[in-house]
């Protein structure tokens, strides 16, 4: 039984470029968050999806944007990227009804040069 | 301003020792309170859940403990071995919302042998 899968696992942007990240939700939970994590700093929330619909979100720009499909699996996109957007990204799943993060993926390390 | 405060920040003790971190928070309403463990370059992955009526939980070598009215919370780790070298993330849910769930920075805990 996978668990949460997140891709790819390390990635290197300039300032300026756009970027999709990609996470399949562990099998069964039909819920994604998406989550930023500074070094050193606890992941600050950024938006959940539910039903292919951005049902929450937190306080991040609009440049963070996302998308589920309909087998669950979700990606997040972030536009006009900053340095300040260097980080850890992590992706966690649940079931419906359930809000806080059963189950995260190893996460996306984003470099931005 | 609801906040989660961890201390301490970071922590060294010999294999086979005790140790007890601790967790402080002004979050309310208060729904539940987790301890996730992240090794270094991984997603976090939950220890323990306690809600509002309960002031402990274990798992395995971890307990966890909470109390409500003075919004703290500990984690004590028994016979520490090196795997358990990570850090150590508290988080709270202000209420059904994931918007509403606030991570700690976390206590970098370092076992040597």
């Known amino acids: 039984d996978a668990g949460v899968t997140q891709s790819p696992t390390h990635l290197i942007k300039t300032r300026g470029q756009q970027v999709t990240l990609r996470c399949s939700p562990k099998s069964g939970h039909d819920t994604v968050s998406w989550y930023q994590q500074a070094l050193g700093q606890g992941p600050q929330f950024i938006f959940q999806y539910y039903e292919e619909e951005e049902r929450q979100r937190g306080n991040f720009p609009d440049r963070f944007s996302g998308h589920q499909f309909p087998n669950y699996s979700s990606e997040l996109n972030v536009n006009a990227l900053l340095l300040g957007d260097s980080a850890l990204y992590l992706c966690a799943s649940s079931l419906q009804g359930i809000v806080e993060p059963q189950h995260f993926g190893d996460g996306t390390r984003l470099s931005i040069l | 301003k609801n906040q989660v405060e961890q201390s301490p920040q970071s922590l060294i003790i010999l294999e086979g020792k005790n140790c007890t971190l601790q967790?402080?928070?002004?979050?309310?309403?208060?729904?539940?309170l987790r301890w996730y463990k992240q090794d270094t370059g991984r997603g976090p992955v939950s220890l323990t859940i306690m809600t509002f009526s309960e002031n402990t939980k274990s798992n395995g070598r971890y307990t966890a403990t909470l109390d409500a009215d003075t919004k703290q919370s500990s984690l004590h780790i028994t016979a520490s071995q090196l795997s358990d070298s990570a850090s150590y993330i508290c988080?709270?849910?202000?209420?059904?919302?994931?918007?509403?769930?606030?991570f700690g920075s976390g206590t970098r805990l370092s076992i040597r042998p």
């Open positions: 988080v709270v849910s202000q209420y059904s919302s994931a918007s509403k769930i606030i």
């Open positions: 967790c402080n928070y002004t979050v309310s309403p208060f729904s539940n």
